[in-house]
Structures are given as structure tokens and as C-alpha cells.
Nanobody, 123 residues
């Protein structure tokens, strides 16, 4: 069974940085995508970034381009989200999700989800 565990959230001042981790286990195929999503109180869940295990291709939401970087450590089955220049608007619960497939990581609906990690950015 696929299991995803997020970590690294916390409280940081505006302009600061955090590094989120998503540890995956129970995978049965090597071709998959992992995405980061976030949901703030009163707002819809939105995609933040994603990465494909097939070729390492990535995608980012316009709101985080130039500030966030997604990466992976295949030996540890872990995906990271380095978040720099954080803004109060980035405050949300951040989730990682996984789906199997060969396509670009932004085409998936994502079937497997972690429980989330809270990121709070103070002004």
C-alpha cells in the first residue's frame, strides 16, 4: 500500500525559508509523479509543484515560480519542496500526493495523499 508522509512544516517569518519532505513507501511501480498541494482556510486546494520520476521533469504554479524548488532523492524515495522568500499568502496545510503514470506530472488527478504539514508564515 502506498504511504506518503510529509514533514518539515512550521512557523517562519516572511522572507524566510522552509524545506518540506515527502517520504514515499509501498510503491509497486517506478513510473509515477509526486505533487505538492496546499489548502489555506477558506480557500480551494491548489497545486503548488510536481515532479515526474520518469525523467525528473517539474512544474510550478505561477504564484511560486522563482521561489520554490522541487527535487527528489530516489535512494531515499523522498521528494522535497524548498520554499524560499515565503510570504504570508503561502500559509496553508501542504500535502504531497502520488499517481502512477508516464506523462508530465501536471496531468494527473493523484490517487494517493499524505496527511499534510502546516506551514505558517508571519508578517
Amino acid at each position: 500500500e502506498v504511504q506518503l508522509v510529509e514533514s518539515g512544516g512550521g512557523l517562519v517569518q516572511a522572507g524566510g525559508s522552509l524545506r518540506l519532505s515527502c517520504a514515499a513507501s509501498g510503491l509497486t511501480f517506478d513510473d509515477y509523479a509526486i505533487g505538492w498541494f496546499r489548502q489555506a482556510p477558506g480557500k480551494e486546494r491548489e497545486g503548488v509543484s510536481c515532479i515526474s520520476s520518469t525523467d525528473g521533469s517539474t512544474d510550478y504554479a505561477d504564484s511560486v515560480k522563482g521561489r520554490f524548488t522541487i527535487s527528489s532523492d530516489n535512494a531515499k524515495n523522498t521528494v522535497y519542496l524548498q520554499m524560499n522568500s515565503l510570504e504570508p499568502e503561502d500559509t496553508a496545510v501542504y500535502y504531497c500526493a502520488l499517481d502512477y503514470g508516464l506523462g508530465p506530472c501536471n496531468v494527473y488527478g493523484y490517487d494517493y495523499w499524505g496527511h499534510g504539514t502546516q506551514v505558517t508564515v508571519s508578517s
